[in-house]
């Protein structure tokens, strides 16, 4: 959110996904901590695909902005960068 500068007051609804080894809570119990508790909030599981990097968990913000789809940055940590080499930054 700061890489694009939004606030929740941008955030229309996010769609969080886990891999199978996460058990221990949901993300967007987390994020309704963090402030987006107006926001709505759904999780699913990453299909278990063999191979897969373990421990990931992706978000997918559908949000209100000026930027252009070109400026929008796409944030992925870590190992997780193998996910979307073309997109992360």
């Not at 990097?53 to 000026?66: A, F, G, N, Q, Y």
């Amino acid at each position: 959110m700061r890489d694009n500068s939004l606030t929740t007051d941008d955030v229309i609804s996010a769609l969080f996904t886990v891999t199978p080894d996460i058990v221990s809570d949901f993300p967007a119990a987390a994020a309704r901590e963090m402030g987006f508790g107006a926001v709505p909030l759904m999780c699913a599981q990453e299909i278990p695909v063999p191979g897969a990097l373990p421990r990931i968990v992706r978000v997918m913000m559908h949000v209100d902005t000026d930027l252009s789809r070109d400026d929008i940055a796409h944030v992925y940590l870590g190992e997780a960068v193998a996910l979307r080499r073309d997109l992360a930054q």
